[in-house]
T-cell receptor, first 113, second 112 residues
Framework: DTAVSQTPKYLVTQMGNDKSIKCEQN?????MYWYKQDSKKFLKIMFS???????INETVPNRFSPKSPDKAHLNLHINSLELGDSAVYFC????????????FGQGTRLTVV | LAKTTQPISMDSYEGQEVNITCSHN???????ITWYQQFPSQGPRFIIQ???TKVTNEVASLFIPADRKSSTLSLPRVSLSDTAVYYC?????????????FGGGTRVLVKP
């Protein structure tokens, strides 16, 4: 029973397309995150939500829009995909806003061609 | 968040103990030290967290000296499957609006 699950695991799409990545956690956590890991393997936080409210937005382009329909879900929608968006995107959750014990999903490898 | 410095990579052999030291000279009073492990093609996984002295769990031990300006993650008797990137994070885990900020990590390669 996966704690944090993301779909799809792989996503290959053309430039200019719009795509979504879904994330669900069954841990009962209040806080969820999206991280981006680029080709150099640096992990950068993109967004953080607490109880469906946006807490952190790390100067991510407006083309990226997170949506949290409930506290167990945090989806990421990306408009007008660019080559530079190619990366692995990780969803994570934690018990509280400041908790450092986060649980990560398996990642979604996005390739824009 | 306190800045952390850790070696870029380390090589080891099966059965050896691996010690990874992380420097965090400007650690604040309320900051905790947390370590994550990331296997290839997987998300990071929480390993251990501590505030001072020594913490041990089934995966690793964390040694923190009295001045807390550094910490050492110790992996006992590593196996090939311990090959991963290990991240040291420092911050106040109880502060609202806080966030996990990952540095470059230490790439540990365990050889047969």
């Amino acid at each position: 029973d996966t704690a944090v699950s993301q779909t799809p695991k792989y996503l290959v799409t053309q430039m200019g397309n719009d795509k979504s990545i879904k994330c669900e956690q069954n841990l009962g956590h209040d806080t969820m995150y999206w991280y981006k890991q680029d080709s150099k393997k640096f992990l950068k936080i993109m967004f953080s939500y607490n109880n469906k409210e946006l807490i952190i937005n790390e100067t991510v382009p407006n083309r990226f829009s997170p949506k949290s329909p409930d506290k167990a879900h945090l989806n990421l929608h990306i408009n007008s995909l660019e080559l530079g968006d190619s990366a692995v995107y990780f969803c994570a959750s934690s018990p509280g806003q400041g908790s450092f014990e986060a649980f990560f999903g398996q990642g979604t490898r996005l390739t824009v061609v | 968040l306190a800045k952390t410095t850790q070696p870029i990579s380390m090589d080891s052999y099966e059965g050896q103990e691996v010690n990874i030291t992380c420097s965090h000279n400007n650690i604040a009073t309320n900051d905790y030290i947390t370590w994550y492990q990331q296997f290839p093609s997987q998300g990071p996984r929480f390993i251990i967290q501590g505030y001072k002295t020594k913490v041990t769990n089934e995966v690793a031990s964390l040694f923190i000296p009295a001045d807390r300006k550094s910490s050492t993650l110790s992996l006992p008797r590593v196996s090939l499957s311990d090959t991963a990137v290990y991240y040291c994070l420092v911050g106040d885990s109880k502060a609202a609006g806080n966030k996990l900020t990952f540095g470059g990590g230490t790439r540990v390669l365990v050889k047969p």
